[in-house]
């Protein structure tokens, strides 16, 4: 197990210093949308970044695109919370994003986002 982890070790150390040749980079806090979370889940080559913050007193999240800085709330589709939980690489400002509608299931539809991401029951 100790081989195991130096070579594990080894291989991060060449990893970050590949990166850090590669160029510069910024960390900079978002902010949210008045809430007290929010987390950044893409940024492309023009430096917009996607993901989601939370609102004003913590119960509802949304949304977000950060430009220069600054948080857009992108909304819902009518219900309480949206987000962009997965990496969209892309330079056309296309974004991919889940939200809640006003009224549970209003088509009546046999599917869900779960449909994506299945578990795992015990075997």
């Given at each position: 197990?100790?081989?195991?982890?130096?070579?594990?070790?080894?291989?991060?150390?060449?990893?970050?210093?590949?990166?850090?040749?590669?160029?510069?980079?910024?960390?900079?806090?978002?902010?949210?949308?008045?809430?007290?979370?929010?987390?950044?889940?893409?940024?492309?080559?023009?430096?917009?970044?996607?993901?989601?913050?939370?609102?004003?007193?913590?119960?509802?999240?949304?949304?977000?695109?950060?430009?220069?800085?600054?948080?857009?709330?992108?909304?819902?589709?009518?219900?309480a919370?949206?987000?962009?939980t997965?990496p969209?690489?892309?330079?056309?400002?296309?974004?991919?994003?889940?939200?809640?509608?006003?009224?549970?299931?209003?088509?009546?539809?046999?599917?869900?986002?779960?449909?994506?991401?299945?578990?795992?029951?015990?075997?």
């Amino acid at each position: 197990m100790r081989r195991y982890t130096s070579v594990m070790v080894a291989a991060c150390c060449v990893m970050t210093a590949s990166a850090a040749m590669a160029g510069s980079y910024q960390v900079r806090n978002l902010g949210s949308l008045g809430g007290t979370s929010s987390a950044g889940i893409s940024i492309n080559r023009l430096g917009l970044v996607s993901g989601y913050a939370n609102l004003a007193g913590d119960q509802r999240m949304h949304a977000t695109l950060w430009l220069n800085g600054a948080p857009l709330d992108l909304g819902t589709l009518g219900g309480a919370n949206s987000a962009i939980t997965w990496p969209v690489k892309n330079d056309y400002g296309v974004l991919v994003g889940i939200a809640e509608t006003a009224q549970l299931d209003p088509l009546g539809e046999n599917w869900s986002c779960s449909a994506f991401f299945p578990t795992v029951t015990g075997h």
